[in-house]
């Protein structure tokens, strides 16, 4: 530490997480204040090893590592192995742009290569010549010759296939990393401050792009070596939070000097870039990459536009959610809500792009993302639609045969999905006592003469055909779907998100906000309910640390719904989930946690755990039939 300081005067990265009042003392309760702390701690720096899910359908888990070491490899030979302050992107011959690790030299750089083994070695990663280090760790001097070599070949990276999920591959980043951020000679650098935002994706391996510069120091000039630190938000005095700086101000003006008073961003230095456009340049673009980050705290890969269509970069605990729902090839599944994608895509491959993925979003240009990667990862199964959630069942009227509710398809192959099957609109074509009935206004048309039940039926038929005759229309138009309809269904769900890492600061959530994630979770799982078949499963996911909108969701749809049950999990990589409660929420009645014999059922992603995933929650649900229960029940 001491030694940093004399590196960087005033500069590094000592964050220090802001919450409100509220939330702090309310989750030191539910953590305890050791847990809470080291919970924050992890919070601030992202997960050091990166996770891909391999489409298996496309690529194997072993070609995946070989092409990842193969584009690292080309990338070495296009900017040199060692690249000293060099960009970090660069063109191959095809004109693509591949990324390429950096940071080897400064602080950084020293004579001990990047690539770790011994203890800390992965023993199944593949090694360049595509043996398992584990086949290598018998004697000392093997590991050492491997050791030599990979590391003589590749400093900066190592991946590996993870041990449970074998369709993960690991990707190492380090951090975090002393950066000296002075100039040639000793003397200090200009200076660019971005948004926590920006910074936050910076910390994952992305570069600085012209939206996220917040302020900068005057004539800066392309090519210029610059510090990049953050301004994040700090108590503005009235009880809310500013970030004290208007975008566009020049660091040395007596403007910037006022505004950023008391900033702390001296203790938000994030790495060294370099320049890619003029100070003029930058505050006149709308986009492009402002700084190029040539030194990292944390150096972690970027994967953008890396073996598109054959890896997705997703949280471990991501990954896991889609395998405990368990798909199977042929089933009929819904996300609800599914933006970006990245579930329902782990969904469609699980499946062997065999049956139906039905993706929700609210947000249409979100429904257009999961879509088009669907289509980059060449899944047909999945079909994506705008619908908010929370009105997802259908409502409509039910139609009678012979005293019989005709139920709702459930047929895997019905291309309208939310409606009724061909072979039910056949059965009635030559109806011999039909009645219709509308549930809504009660009316029935049982005492009409044969004919009229007849012209009745007909006309009946005419309306569920011309649905079914516009069935790409019909896709687009979808409004709800019948209760029962999904052999498995999965709520992700929108939650305060308070477990997603790197964060930077987390004063927005409030008691009150967090209160209403529950609710709203609630309302969805309501729906979410109603939409599995009996013998069905539904899972319930969010990447929030609060138990309100976990254990206390759970606890809630098992008190409300006794014909669901908590589910073992597989695979199981988190830990138990929370027991007991808090009275924190007045006035609201699911404030009671999980109960001693569930804590194992549901699995708890927590930040700080040896792990190092982001903060997820995962409980997985039968839907049964109990004694004295019809499925009107649930319908
Ligand atoms: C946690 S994210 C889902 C992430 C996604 N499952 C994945 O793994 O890529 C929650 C999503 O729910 C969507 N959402 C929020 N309210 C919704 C609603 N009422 N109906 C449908 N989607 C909703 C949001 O737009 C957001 O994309």
Not at 294 to 320: A, C, M, W, Y
Not at 325 to 348: S, V, W
Not at 450 to 476: C, F, G, H, T, V
Request: aromatic share 6%; hydrophobic share 35%; with cysteine.
């Amino acid at each position: 530490m001491e030694g940093r300081e004399k590196r960087s005067p005033g500069y590094g990265f000592r964050p220090k997480l802001m919450w409100n009042t509220g939330v702090q003392e309310y989750l030191t309760r539910a953590y305890g204040a050791k847990q809470f702390d080291a919970i924050c701690d992890a919070l601030m720096r992202p997960c050091i090893n990166s996770t891909l899910r391999v489409n298996t359908l496309q690529a194997s888990t072993p070609e995946v590592i070989e092409q990842l070491y193969n584009v690292f490899r080309k990338n070495s030979m296009i900017m040199g192995t060692h690249r000293v302050g060099s960009q970090v992107q660069g063109l191959d011959e095809s004109g693509q742009k591949q990324w390429l690790n950096s940071n080897t030299e400064g602080a950084n750089a020293s004579a001990e290569p990047n690539v770790e083994i011994g203890p800390n070695f992965p023993s199944n990663m593949t090694l360049k010549d595509g043996s398992a280090a584990s086949t290598i760790l018998e004697s000392r001097e093997s590991i050492d010759d491997k050791y030599r070599r990979v590391s003589a070949e590749f400093p900066d990276f190592s991946c590996w296939e993870h041990p449970v999920l074998k369709d993960v591959v690991m990707v190492g980043g380090r951090g975090p990393c002393e950066v000296d951020c002075r100039g040639e000679a000793g003397a200090s650098v200009k200076e660019v401050v971005v948004s926590r935002k920006c910074a936050e994706a910076v910390l994952r391996g992305a570069n600085v792009f012209v939206p996220g510069v917040l302020a900068c120091s005057q004539h800066l000039e392309e090519g210029d070596v610059v510090a990049v630190t953050v301004a994040v938000e700090r108590p503005d005095g009235g009880g809310g939070w500013s970030v004290g700086i208007t975008r566009g101000t020049t660091l040395e003006s007596e403007h910037a000097v006022i505004q950023m008073e008391g900033s702390t961003r001296s203790n938000y230095f994030i790495g060294m870039g370099r320049m890619m456009m003029s100070r003029t340049a930058l505050f006149r673009e709308i986009k492009g990459v402002a700084v190029e980050m040539t030194k990292r705290i944390f150096d972690l890969p970027p994967f953008h536009g890396v073996l598109e269509g054959q890896i997705f970069l997703q949280n471990l605990p991501s990954i896991v959610a889609a395998r405990v729902l368990d798909p199977k090839p042929g089933e009929r599944i819904l996300d609800m809500c599914a933006a970006p994608g990245g579930k329902t895509t782990a969904i469609g491959i699980l499946m062997k792009d065999r049956g139906e993925v039905i993706a929700l979003d609210r947000s249409h240009n979100k429904v257009s993302d999961i879509k088009n990667l669907a289509d980059e990862m060449k899944l047909n199964c999945i079909q994506a639609y705008k619908l908010d959630a929370t009105k997802s069942v259908t409502q409509e009227p039910h139609i009678v045969l012979n005293g019989d509710t005709i139920s709702p398809s459930k047929s895997s192959s019905d291309s309208t999905t939310a409606n009724f099957s061909q072979a039910q609109i056949d059965s009635i074509k030559q109806p011999r006592h039909v009645s219709m009935s509308n549930k809504q206004s009660g009316t029935t048309t049982s005492s009409l003469s044969p004919y009229e039940i007849k012209a009745a039926a007909r006309k009946e038929l005419r309306r569920m055909k011309n649905r079914l005759a516009s069935d790409k229309a019909a896709l687009q138009r979808i409004k709800s779907f019948q209760p029962q309809s999904f052999d498995r269904v999965l709520l992700d769900a929108p939650c305060s998100a308070l477990g997603l890492r790197p964060r930077l600061f987390a004063g927005e959530e409030t008691l009150e906000t967090l209160r209403q994630h529950s609710c709203y979770q609630r309302k969805l799982l309501d729906q979410a309910v109603k939409l599995v078949r009996p013998g069905g499963t539904l899972v319930y996911s969010t990447c929030t640390l609060n138990p309100g909108e976990n254990e206390a969701v759970v606890r809630y749809a098992l008190d409300t719904y006794h014909f669901l049950s908590l589910m073992p999990q597989e695979p199981r990589i988190g830990g138990p989930g929370l027991v007991g409660g808090l009275d924190v929420f007045d006035g609201m009645s699911y404030k009671e946690w999980l109960r001693e014999g569930e804590k194992h059922l549901v699995q708890r992603f927590s930040p700080g755990a040896s792990y190092d995933t982001i903060g997820f929650f995962i409980a997985k649900f039968s839907v049964s039939l109990k004694m004295g229960q019809s499925r009107d029940d649930i319908i």
